[in-house]
């Protein structure tokens, strides 16, 4: 709408404020068009402000100090009604009943500040609290003793100026790091993870002492975390965290611990999920939580339980990621930092806050010394009888002339307000009064202000001792309750499980899984790539889906697995319609999705007459038949592919013969030309692996498996699958050799006593037990060497004898697995340690002289090869290039 001109064209002066023409004061009311000006920034920095982002100071966000100073000023000892604390902290919080009730409850189950009593909800299953006129809560003494101290505390008006409210809360604590603090505000948010009440302290001593902090997160909810790129809680950084599962059987998953940041009732409907849609199976789930976790997952048969198990990592919120963000408000500032310097910012906090609290104690104990000096003075001098007849202002003079011989100790003047009250000190208090009682209350006095002299001296050394006392006084209990973990990346398409069917029409070259009317080549799942291999020898790797064109003339097709080394090809093909043929062998670890690559010499024409996939690199043998022509006497070649090198796949390959080929025809497979599989165990994530981490336990093939050793006293023999989970209490692993024995040392239960035995680890793929099964039988120590030695120790208070060594392999022969053994000692044992073993040289036996080979057997013949794959030409002998 247009402005209103006057007869000079110029725009009419119009009164913005009504209220002013009726003579009310300029500024009583702020026009609508000023105030939206600057809404937005107002807006977001009110809700940056005061609401969503804690202070360095104290750790709190504004509803939470409210209501942290309205319990204080509830506070008697006694529960409250956690609705009357609602009502009490509205006083001081114009945002509603709401949402008061759910931080309250937020700051209770962190049970760290308040007392909770009643139905406070449950973490763990996602439960609510009960309504706030059924559940009561007060302060707890840890709060009392560190958050609160009115002398110290800088306080500001309320929202309506009736009451006073803190600033911020002197607290001498990291409480932000002890509970955590999360919040979405305009522009910007904060998530800071709770840390471990135990390491915090120790971390300040660290800060304290000059040295530099380094604090991990810790959850109620216990599990798992790995925390190697947290980057002190900063932005960019991440936090992995997994559930705790054990496998109770092989058809049986029980997890006791979960992530923080989800419950029972989202963890489970995260497996169903994964279920329905394929990714894992799951027969049944049971949620017996209580108190604590349990969540009892059943599986189908044949379902492998260490695969499960990485697939609930892999696809449901049994693993979740976090990313910290520790923004914080300094002063009236957002700022990113992170948790080291959060901690070293509130401990500085917490030495300032000692230092003034003790400077604040100082001038009450020198008052009180000051003012017991005068009392002691004015009735010990008899200073009150000379004020018969005089007025109250003649009495103050009398009692400053009076005072003054006997004053010079004092530590500061005497004031008008020091002899007022001495004057009003009544007669009854003069007339009991004890000379040597005051002489001991001034000296304790002194006592006290060299104290604190001492500790403002010294006051670094304060400050630990302060640290410790709370340590001391609330530590137990807080031990920390997530595992700190390395973890292993789950390969997503090695755990899922064969959720499709994968169909093949080789003619019209289409694969997928919704080609049901055709060829059914394997079970796969939605997310495996496949591999095709065309008969004019292309190759392509796509992704599966229910359709897709590869090229008609569809050789070979499967799943592929990306870095398989021990998958080789074995291919003979005619270079172009009448050129050489050759053969190939080769492996297939890498690739671009839906590129064609030639695997021949790229001559038009080109065709492959045989083609094979052997799993394990298995031996296998071809005939070669040859077209009839003159003058051609060999028309048959036997081709042994072990002879040749694998390569890559694009290499030429050898010729085998110039000669067209008629077709080839499959004579034997063996068994694997590959080398034995070489196993590592890393444990730092506790489990095996071929990419050389941790300890080399062997080379493995065929049937070789793996002896773990628990605690328990039970060992278990797995096979060298790289998905197995071994269990925690796990002692001992290596590579199984069916012929060594094993040699234990334990303590029998029922006979009160050390016992050695030594036995052969039978075959089993179940955890068998070796000791005893009497409730107080323990397992002392294991031993897998050929020839253990261990040192004894005796207990010096019931005998004298020196220590012993036993050689266990004379003191002991090789029993049965059920044989209780030998009693180690009849002594009172202090400790048992093993030694190093007797070296051990395993019997050879001679050849027989019919055994022994001929001097020309076995030696290298000069037209053996010498590291070069063989050609075979057309009389079907071996040629070295």
């Given at each position: ?15 913005d404020?009504?209220?002013e ?9 702020i026009?609508?068009r ?18 969503a982002?804690?202070s ?12 942290l ?5 509830m ?10 604390i ?10 509603g ?7 309250l409850v937020?700051l ?11 139905n ?6 996602g ?9 009561e809560?007060?302060?707890?003494k840890?709060g009392?003793?560190?958050?609160f ?11 309506d100026g009736?009451?006073n ?8 604590f990291p409480l ?10 305009v ?25 530099r902090?380094?604090?991990l ?24 965290l ?8 092989n ?16 963890l489970?409907d ?9 990714k ?18 059943h599986?189908p ?5 260490d695969?499960?198990i990485?697939?609930l ?30 901690l ?26 000051h ?7 004015f009735i ?10 005089r ?23 005497v ?5 007022k009250?001495?004057l009003?000190?009544?007669m ?6 004890d ?16 104290e604190?002299n ?6 670094i050394?304060?400050?630990?001792d ?6 001391k006084?609330?530590g ?9 973990r ?7 398409a090695s ?14 070259g ?7 009317k055709d ?12 591999i ?6 292309v ?24 870095g ?11 270079d172009?319609?009448?050129?050489d ?34 799993p ?17 006497k ?20 050898n ?30 994530v506790?489990?095996?692996n071929?990419?050389e ?25 797995h ?7 071994f ?16 040699s ?5 239960g ?11 680890v ?16 323990h397992?002392?120590?294991v031993l ?7 040192n ?22 090789v029993?049965g697995?059920?044989?209780?053994g030998?009693r180690?000692t009849?002594y ?9 073993p ?5 019997v050879?036996?001679?050849p027989?002289?019919?055994?022994k080979?001929k ?19 057309d ?7």
């Amino acid at each position: 709408m247009s402005e209103e001109l006057d007869e000079n064209n110029e725009p009419e002066e119009t009164n913005d404020n009504p209220q002013e023409e009726n003579g009310k004061d300029e500024g009583s009311i702020i026009s609508v068009r000023g105030m939206y000006k600057d809404w937005f920034l107002d807006y977001a920095s009110y809700v940056i402000l005061e609401r969503a982002v804690p202070s360095i100071k104290d750790g709190l966000k504004p509803v939470q100090r409210r209501i942290l100073h309205s319990m204080k000023e509830m506070d008697d000892g006694r529960y409250n009604k956690v609705a009357n604390i609602i009502g009490n902290t509205m006083k001081y919080h114009p945002h509603g009943d709401a949402s008061i009730g759910d931080a309250l409850v937020q700051l209770g189950q962190k049970d760290l500040l308040i007392d909770c009593q009643g139905n406070w909800g449950n973490t763990l299953t996602g439960d609510r609290a009960a309504a706030a006129r059924y559940i009561e809560a007060r302060l707890s003494k840890f709060g009392n003793e560190v958050v609160f101290n009115p002398k110290t505390t800088e306080w500001t008006k309320s929202y309506d100026g009736r009451n006073n409210e803190p600033v911020d809360l002197p607290v001498k604590f990291p409480l932000l790091l002890a509970q955590g603090g999360e919040g979405i505000a305009v522009g910007l948010s904060t998530k800071i993870l709770s840390h471990n009440f135990i390491e915090l302290i120790d971390n300040a001593i660290k800060v304290l002492q000059g040295k530099r902090p380094n604090i991990l997160p810790d959850f109620l909810n216990g599990g798992m975390a790995d925390f190697s790129n947290y980057n002190a809680g900063e932005r960019g950084g991440k936090v992995r965290l997994r559930a705790k599962i054990k496998k109770q059987d092989n058809k049986t998953l029980v997890i006791n611990e979960i992530p923080f940041g989800t419950d029972t009732s989202k963890l489970i409907d995260s497996i169903l999920k994964a279920n329905d849609k394929g990714k894992l199976k799951v027969k049944k789930i049971e949620d017996n939580t209580a108190s604590e976790v349990e969540i009892v997952i059943h599986l189908p048969s044949g379902i492998s339980p260490d695969k499960t198990i990485d697939a609930l990592y892999a696809f449901s919120d049994c693993e979740i990621s976090i990313s910290p963000n520790a923004c914080i408000i300094d002063g009236d500032t957002p700022i990113f930092t992170n948790v080291n310097e959060i901690l070293k910012r509130n401990t500085e906090q917490t030495v300032d806050l000692l230092k003034l609290e003790l400077e604040i104690k100082l001038r009450e104990l020198n008052e009180q010394w000051h003012f017991s000096s005068l009392e002691k003075i004015f009735i010990e001098q008899k200073i009150y009888i000379e004020f018969d007849g005089r007025t109250y202002e003649e009495a103050i003079e009398v009692t400053h002339e009076l005072l003054k011989p006997h004053i010079e100790h004092l530590i500061r003047e005497v004031t008008d307000d020091d002899v007022k009250r001495l004057l009003e000190i009544k007669m009854r208090r003069i007339t009991k009064h004890d000379a040597d009682k005051a002489d001991n209350y001034i000296a304790s006095l002194e006592e006290q202000i060299a104290e604190v002299n001492n500790h403002l001296a010294n006051l670094i050394e304060y400050a630990i001792d302060y640290f410790k006392n709370l340590k001391k006084k609330y530590g137990a209990g807080k031990e920390r309750r997530t595992e700190i973990r390395t973890f292993d990346s789950v390969n997503k398409a090695s755990v899922i499980v064969s959720n499709k069917k994968l169909y093949v029409n080789r003619e019209e070259g289409f694969a997928g899984y919704g080609l049901k009317k055709d060829e059914f080549v394997e079970d796969c799942s939605d997310i495996d790539d496949i591999i095709v291999f065309r008969e004019d020898g292309v190759m392509m790797v796509s992704k599966v889906t229910d359709k897709h064109f590869f090229g008609k003339g569809i050789a070979h097709i499967a799943v592929w697995k990306k870095g398989d080394e021990r998958t080789i090809y074995h291919m003979i093909y005619q270079d172009g319609t009448k050129g050489d043929a050759y053969m190939k062998r080769f492996n297939v670890k890498s690739i671009t999705r839906d590129k064609e690559y030639d695997l021949t010499k790229g001559t038009k024409g080109s065709k492959v007459h045989y083609f094979s996939a052997n799993p394990n690199g298995e031996m296998e043998t071809v005939q070669v038949q040859l077209r009839p022509r003159p003058h051609l006497k060999k028309l048959k070649i036997d081709i042994n592919f072990a002879d040749l090198l694998v390569k890559g796949r694009m290499s030429k390959g050898n010729r085998v013969t110039k000669n067209l080929i008629s077709k080839v025809i499959q004579k034997e497979v063996g068994g694997s030309t590959l080398a034995a599989l070489k196993i590592w165990y890393d444990d730092i994530v506790g489990k095996i692996n071929t990419d050389e981490r941790g300890e080399l336990l062997g080379e493995f093939k065929g049937e070789d498996k793996i002896l773990t050793i628990m605690q328990s006293g039970e060992y278990r023999l797995h096979h060298f699958d790289l998905s197995i989970h071994f269990p925690e209490d796990m002692i001992h692993i290596e590579k199984w050799n069916p012929e060594k024995p094993l040699s234990a040392i334990y303590w029998d239960g029922e006979k009160d006593n050390y016992y050695v035995k030594r036995f052969i680890v039978e075959p089993s793929d179940k955890k068998v037990s070796f000791i005893t099964e009497h409730e107080k039988s323990h397992l002392e120590l294991v031993l897998t060497d050929w020839k253990p030695v261990v040192n004894i120790s005796f207990d010096k208070r019931t005998n004298d004898r020196e220590d012993e060594e036993v050689n266990i392999e004379e003191f002991i022969a090789v029993k049965g697995l059920k044989a209780l053994g030998n009693r180690l000692t009849q002594y009172k044992v202090k400790q048992i340690e093993p030694l190093d073993p007797i070296p051990y040289e395993p019997v050879v036996e001679e050849p027989t002289k019919e055994e022994k080979p001929k001097e020309d057997e076995g030696q290298d013949d000069d037209n053996d090869d010498k590291g070069g794959p063989a050609s075979v030409e057309d009389d079907g002998q071996a040629t070295l290039f």
